[in-house]
């Protein structure tokens, strides 16, 4: 197996590589630049070099065709993307990359025919409205979709193209539908505060949560595997699945933190907006569809990713730009 990854330098991305590699696997990134800080928290340099790097932007059709056709590629993990605050100040270039982008990624397979096994792409639990815009209890996958921003709306539309791509061309593809990952490498976007606190934690800084009410949180090795499951696992189709992580409130997060980082009690605080995603997912079809999947209870999670930050902290490698 030939894996390609787009935006695989990214925070889930450099999750499945070091899952790819420890499995194995032959593995290469599409992505804007080799930007290898968040894979360092968590892979060696050498493990780093073993990674194959095609340098392109995935809006760019042709160029991503020809990496898939050079490479021999057999499953592509699409990843790529622009994450809510760049697609609200420039919705343009969101589509551009969100939707454009994941066209392009099935357009490659189609160009490429009988090389590619699977697609996984990355949707979002965005394409959800608010919590109260559904009836109480887990939310059923096919529920009615209601996303209340460009990015989602760019994530539902990719959902139907992947439909119609194996109805007309029989690509097989997966779309997972993460909500809040967490854990080493995850520095960006609204969701990143829940782990940017866990720095902020150990390095002794205040920080404020910008977000409160419900989260549904999934930790970035979990959330790993799964991708890598439904690459592997025998399928044949256009699903799109919830993940369900743990149903918690933001008090829960800074409680689990102060319980990893004791000396942090009183440095993390949070505001009461409440994220317009509803969170109590149901995961039942995933697991009926692709098997048992890992789950990392949050005081676990929350605990390891203190661990590795203060491990590169005390190192002098940990990299604090996503504080300020
Ligand atoms: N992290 C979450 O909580 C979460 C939740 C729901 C959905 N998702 C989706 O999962 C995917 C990965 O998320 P992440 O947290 O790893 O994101 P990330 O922001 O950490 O990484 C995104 C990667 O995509 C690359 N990229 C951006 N524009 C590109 C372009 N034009 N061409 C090629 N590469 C480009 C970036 O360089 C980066 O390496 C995204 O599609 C995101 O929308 C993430």
Not at 42 to 63: H, K, L, N, P, Q
Not at 129 to 148: H, Q, V
Not at 266 to 273: A, E, K, M, S, V
Request: glycine share 10%.
């Amino acid at each position: 197996m030939h894996y390609l990854l787009t935006g695989g330098y990214g925070c889930i991305g450099s999750w499945i590589v070091r899952n790819l590699i420890d499995q194995g696997h032959q593995v290469s990134i599409y992505d804007l630049a080799a930007h290898t800080g968040r894979m360092a928290l968590v892979m060696s340099r050498e493990e780093i070099d073993t990674i194959g790097f095609f340098e392109g932007d995935i809006a760019d059709g042709a160029a991503f065709t020809r990496a898939v056709g050079d490479l021999g590629a057999t499953h592509i993990i699409h990843l790529a993307g622009l994450q809510v605050p760049v697609c609200r100040a420039n919705p343009v270039k969101g589509a551009m990359v969100n939707v454009i982008g994941t066209l392009n990624v099935f357009e490659a397979a189609k160009a490429n025919p009988g090389q590619i096994h699977r697609i996984v792409y990355a949707s979002s639990a965005a394409v959800y409205g608010r919590e109260e815009d559904y009836e109480t209890g887990p939310i059923s996958n096919d529920a009615p979709l209601k996303p209340l921003t460009h990015y989602g709306v760019y994530k539902q539309c990719n959902e139907g193209c992947a439909r119609v791509y194996h109805v007309e061309n029989g690509i097989s593809s997966i779309g997972l539908r993460p909500w809040t990952v967490y854990g080493p490498g995850r520095d960006f976007g609204l969701t990143s505060d829940p782990t940017k606190a866990v720095k902020a934690a150990v390095l002794g800084r205040p920080f404020v949560i910008k977000f409160g009410g419900r989260n549904n949180m999934q930790y970035v090795d979990d959330t790993a595997k799964i991708f890598i499951r439904c690459a592997e696992a025998p399928y044949d189709g256009a699903g799109v699945y919830s993940i369900r992580g743990e149903i918690v409130t933001v008090d829960d997060i800074v409680a689990a933190i102060e319980r990893a980082v004791p000396q942090s009690t009183g440095l993390i605080t949070h505001t009461d907006n409440a994220i317009p995603i509803a969170p109590d997912l149901d995961d039942r079809p995933l697991l009926d569809d692709i098997g048992r999947i890992p789950h990392t209870p949050l005081p676990e999670g929350i605990a390891h990713t203190a661990e590795v930050f203060r491990r590169h902290h005390l190192a002098g490698t940990l990299d604090v730009s996503d504080l300020t």
